[in-house]
């Protein structure tokens, strides 16, 4: 397929914000894709050329684009910069400078999807001497060759920014309405009409719950296309490549939260680190973040500790990664631990100087057996006979049978004790679902609810603070992908690195995500994430969500969240209608 098909598909997407009309867009499509292309189209529409799980990375930082730019169109860096400052998005820019030179030379021949895909994959296979080069011209080769408006989706695919609103749920309804004809969904004047809302629902059921199973909805439209619901059905979780975790809504006292999960219900601490799935096939472990992320080399002592003490050939296994002081033993904040996740030498020190203790608890596949739809009890005592627990090093999550509100109350005290962030309460008679924020299992974590924003802009500091950025904007995701505005903070960020989450950690992290500068204000990728703590949710005519936090604090990095794991509009309008009934 050209290339260009798949820009004129990005291009109408980005034209529009209806989730309704960029579904049937993708779908129509998708009916006409050959086989043979359906893998990198997928790949390409969300932006990507690996599947989220891959360790291979683009990783191409904006100042090589520009000098890619400056090979393919022979215009000076300066000038392109320029052009950078004025116009903010790289892309734009390309597609700028490339029309400016194409009126001068004849482009030489058309781009096929493959020929761009290929190419961008090789960026991430470089390792060693000249990488730098070989990367600047491997991109401008394909912008040498581009239309301005292919450049300027290469530019953006690049630099993992597409920003064509592909959010999960689109795609998902797009196979359906491409594959499955008989789910009955008709789009008609911007609309979709169902004749059979549960027979609909139903498709939609079969072809989310194949990408919760394989994370891969190039897997998922290929088989929907060549094997339908059946083949659908049979996709099933695979060892060595991450499912979607289970999540739990907040509830606000033992009260409500036994309610949902009834009685009598597992309660167990819930420890303040971070997700890791653990998937052992033979002698393979291998280790993913909640964000689809391989650690596995980042964490060779947690390796160790599930080598010796976890009896089975094959099995995945949830848990929580909790940090501890080596001199005391006593659990430490996830800050503390997270620059272990992105770290890529010195691991041993690191595992020494910030040790993990694994808190394990739930099995979702054990001995060649998927276990997603055995009940929560079962799943546990599979955990308790394989486990050889060592304290600090694997332990399963402490727990206890809950009875009523008194027994949760007193756990919970307990466990905040200890030290951590509350329990979660979990009920015995439940399948596993993954990816969903479904109530077989609840938090309860204290009065307001910390959320998770990302980093939209930042305002450079003055005075003493004028090399750092010091003011930054936060935003929420919507249902399209969209970063809404919900607020600036500067407070609960402080001035010295070993206090936490710094000015200088923070600058560090956002300049090379910078996308463009007007006087002392930058925009920024949305890439960082912060959990940040308020007194209260207002509305607010200022920002572009229409809420607002009023006296927002950070509280630390979230540097195992992606954007899109960001506290969702959804969720912060819960939130608001939530304080108001207090
Ligand atoms: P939150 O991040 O507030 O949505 O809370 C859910 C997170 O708590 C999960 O994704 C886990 O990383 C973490 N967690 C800590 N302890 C447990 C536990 N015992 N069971 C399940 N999740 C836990």
Redesign the pocket.
């Known amino acids: 397929m050209e290339y260009i098909k798949l820009v004129e598909v990005c291009s109408a997407l980005e034209s529009t914000s209806k989730r309704l009309e960029k579904t049937y867009i993708i779908s129509e499509f998708l009916k006409k894709t050959k086989t043979e292309d359906l893998n990198e189209i997928i790949l390409l529409l969300q932006g990507k050329v690996f599947p989220p799980w891959d360790e291979h990375k683009i990783g191409v930082a904006s100042r090589l684009i520009l000098k890619a730019i400056n090979k393919a169109a022979g215009i000076n860096i300066t000038n392109i910069e320029k052009e950078w400052a004025k116009i903010g998005d790289l892309g734009d820019v390309a597609e700028k400078l490339i029309k400016t030179k194409k009126q001068v030379t004849l482009f030489s021949s058309s781009l096929t999807v493959k020929k761009v895909f290929n190419n961008l994959r090789k960026l991430a296979g470089l390792e060693g001497a000249g990488t730098v080069n070989r990367k600047i011209s491997l991109i401008a080769e394909l912008l040498t060759s581009s239309k301005p408006i292919e450049a300027k989706y290469i530019v953006r695919t690049v630099l993992e920014e597409m920003r064509v609103g592909t959010a999960a749920g689109t795609l998902r309804d797009s196979i359906v309405w491409a594959y499955f004809p008989e789910a009955g969904a008709v789009y008609k004047d911007k609309n979709i009409e169902v004749k059979d809302r549960e027979k609909y629902n139903h498709y939609v059921d079969i072809v989310q719950s194949a990408y919760d199973m394989s994370n891969d909805f190039s897997l998922v439209a290929n088989t929907a296309k060549s094997k339908g619901k059946k083949g659908l059905k049979e996709i099933a979780i695979k060892v060595g490549i991450p499912i979607k975790?289970m999540?739990?809504p907040k509830e606000k006292d033992a009260g409500s939260a036994l309610k949902r999960v009834g009685t009598p219900c597992q309660a167990?601490?819930?420890?303040d680190?971070?997700?890791l799935q653990i998937h052992k096939q033979d002698s393979k472990i291998t280790l993913f973040t909640?964000r689809l992320e391989n650690v596995t080399k980042q964490f060779p002592e947690v390796v160790n500790y599930v080598k010796k003490n976890v009896k089975g050939k094959s099995f995945i296994l949830d848990s929580?990664a909790v940090g501890f002081s080596p001199k005391t033993g006593e659990y430490l904040p996830f800050q503390n631990i997270s620059q272990r996740i992105k770290r890529k030498y010195d691991i041993e020190r690191m595992a020494k100087d910030f040790p993990v203790e694994l808190?394990i608890?739930d099995c979702v596949y054990y001995n060649g057996k998927n276990m997603i739809k055995e009940m929560f009890g079962k799943r546990r005592a599979i955990i308790e006979k394989i486990v050889k627990q060592e304290p600090k090093n694997i332990v399963l999550?402490k727990a206890i049978i809950a009875k009523n509100e008194k027994d949760v109350d007193k756990f919970y005290k307990e466990s905040k004790k200890a030290g951590n962030e509350g329990v979660?309460l979990k009920k015995l008679d439940a399948p596993y679902k993954p990816g969903a924020r479904v109530g077989y299992?609840v938090?309860l974590?204290g009065e307001l609810e910390a959320i998770d924003a990302v980093i939209i802009a930042a305002e450079w500091g003055e005075g003493k603070r004028a090399k750092w950025l010091s003011s930054f904007t936060l935003a929420c995701i919507d249902e399209n992908n969209s970063f809404l505005e919900i607020g600036k903070v500067g407070t609960g960020i402080k001035e010295k690195l070993e206090q936490g989450v710094s000015f200088e950690e923070l600058t560090n992290l956002l300049k090379p995500l910078i996308i463009s500068q007007k006087g002392k204000n930058v925009k920024v990728k949305p890439k960082i994430v912060v959990e940040v703590i308020y007194e209260e949710i207002q509305k607010s005519p200022t920002y572009s969500s229409g809420y607002a936090l009023r006296f927002p604090r950070v509280l630390r990095l979230r540097d195992d969240r992606s954007p899109e794991d960001a506290t969702t509009m959804d969720y912060l309008e819960d939130l608001y209608f939530e304080q108001k009934k207090k």
């Open positions: 975790v999540l739990g167990e601490y819930k420890y680190g971070f997700r909640r929580e808190n608890f999550a979660m299992m938090k974590k």
